[in-house]
């Protein structure tokens, strides 16, 4: 069965500090796999996208990185601002043109910056 | 920058009732989706549309739900007879091509069924 499994499940960390966020799928085959950030009571929105044959993507301070071989994406976020606290959300898409074409999604990681 | 627009941002419903969540998606894209998330659970696929028909829906997805792109603009997500469980908060997303590439959100509407 497609898969999305996030750990930690919520983080608290302070102002300027790293963090990494972990994806495990089992979507297979795939065609990309994603990260939103998603703001209390708001739409999602796309942070990384990487297909299969990449191993790394970075959007500012926010890096994602992709193990094909152990299916694992991690999302690391450097120097953090109070503004990333917000939900981390792994998001998988099937390579399929058949039946099964919708994303897969994970249940988020809570992320809480405090000053 | 273009972005997704729904309305309303929050819509309170009497069990029973219909209700037309609306959205008016990124105008250059072909693809119209509907998300829907229930607080605290994952993001949940309720139905994508391209070239004026359904192309997939999930089982979230009965006979009470149907889509409509009315005009060039706008794109609505109708559930006929509302029920409790239905509370959640509703996304539209649209994408210049298929679902395999990027979609992008609207801020969501938040139905609550009492």
């Known amino acids: 069965k497609n898969q999305v499994e996030q750990s930690p499940q919520s983080l608290i960390i302070l102002e300027g500090k790293n963090c990494t966020l972990q994806c495990n799928y089992t979507v297979s085959p795939f065609s990309n796999l994603r990260w939103y950030k998603q703001d209390t009571g708001r739409g999602p929105v796309s942070l990384t996208i990487?297909?299969?044959s990449e191993n790394t993507k970075s959007n500012g301070r926010y890096t994602a990185t992709l193990d094909a071989d152990t299916k694992q994406s991690s999302l690391h976020i450097t120097a953090s601002q109070l503004s990333d606290s917000a939900s981390y959300i792994c998001v998988v898409s099937p390579y399929n043109a058949g039946n099964n074409r919708k994303l897969i999604w994970g249940l988020g990681t809570s992320l809480a910056v405090n000053p | 920058e273009p972005e997704v627009t729904q309305t309303p941002s929050h819509q309170v419903t009497q069990m029973g009732q219909e209700v037309i969540l609306r959205c008016v998606p990124i105008s250059n894209h072909l693809y119209f989706y509907w998300y829907r998330q229930i607080l605290g659970q994952k993001v949940e696929f309720l139905v994508s549309?391209?070239?004026?028909?359904?192309?997939?829906k999930s089982e979230i997805f009965d006979d009470q739900f149907s889509v409509e792109r009315p005009d060039g603009s706008n794109f609505t997500l109708k559930i006929r007879s509302t029920k409790l469980e239905d509370s959640a908060m509703y996304f539209c997303?649209?994408?210049?091509?298929?679902?395999?590439?990027?979609?992008?959100f609207g801020p969501g509407t938040r139905l609550t069924v009492t």
């Open positions: 990487m297909t299969f």
């Open positions: 549309f391209y070239n004026n028909e359904i192309s997939e």
């Open positions: 997303a649209s994408s210049s091509q298929g679902f395999s590439y990027e979609q992008y």
